[in-house]
């Protein structure tokens, strides 16, 4: 069964500061991941997205990883702002027909001042 | 900036009531998808549909229907609401083919009492 798992499940980080959320996933075969920002009450938004080939791609002071080898990804925040606090969703994309989407649990972030 | 809008933001209604949640965009994207979820749970797609005339069952069961008569419009019935119904509701459109990004509206909130 496919499954993306992420953690930490909620995380409070004074503003400034970075943090790194994880995400495994056993999605096979595999075709993309993406990360998601959803704000409160918001429809997700996405950040980035890599390809098998990719392990590294940034999008302003979000930074995401992969390892296709492992099977992680990692987004990286770099100095924080009260803005970012969200939920963050990693996706994984099958490589099959209908490149069905599987959704992590997101991890909740919160900056505090 | 996406152009999906759904309607309404939030909704409170009694129980077996029948209720239509609409979701409409305007970036001509052939696929579309409904997912429910949970406060602080994963998403969880219910339907999505591939163009005109064409709708499917998501991952999850549920009493709901949709219906794809326009590229532009994906509204979702419940026949008769039920407290169980209670969620927020989030619909999504994407191109064929591509790095098919889904781009969400904002969820509605449905409340059944």
């Known amino acids: 069964k496919n499954q993306v798992e992420q953690s930490p499940q909620s995380l409070i980080i004074l503003e400034g500061k970075n943090c790194t959320l994880q995400?495994?996933?056993?999605?096979?075969?595999?075709?993309?991941l993406r990360w998601y920002k959803q704000d409160t009450g918001r429809g997700p938004v996405s950040l980035t997205i890599m390809t098998f080939s990719e392990n590294t791609k940034s999008n302003g002071r979000y930074t995401a990883t992969l390892d296709a080898d492992t099977k992680q990804s990692s987004l990286h925040i770099t100095a924080s702002q009260l803005s970012d606090s969200a939920s963050y969703i990693c996706?994984?994309?099958?490589?099959?027909?209908?490149?069905?989407?599987?959704f992590g649990g997101g991890t909740r972030l919160m900056v505090k001042p | 900036e996406a152009d999906i809008y759904q309607t309404p933001r939030y909704l409170v209604i009694g129980t077996g009531k029948k209720i239509t949640l609409e979701c409409s965009q305007t970036?001509?994207?052939?696929?579309m998808y409904w997912y429910q979820q949970d406060p602080g749970m994963e998403l969880h797609l219910i339907h999505y549909?591939?163009?005109?005339?064409?709708?499917e069952k998501g991952d999850l069961s549920s009493e709901s229907t949709v219906s794809r008569i326009r590229t532009e419009h994906f509204p979702l019935t419940l026949e008769s609401a039920r407290p169980s119904h209670t969620s927020q509701y989030l619909c999504a459109s994407s191109r064929r083919g591509g790095e098919e990004t889904q781009y969400f509206g904002p969820g509605t909130r449905l409340l059944v009492l």
């Open positions: 996706v994984v994309s099958a490589g099959n027909a209908g490149n069905m989407l599987t």
């Open positions: 549909s591939y163009g005109v005339n064409s709708t």
């Open positions: 970036m001509g994207h052939d696929k």
């Open positions: 995400c495994n996933y056993t999605v096979s075969p595999f075709s993309n």
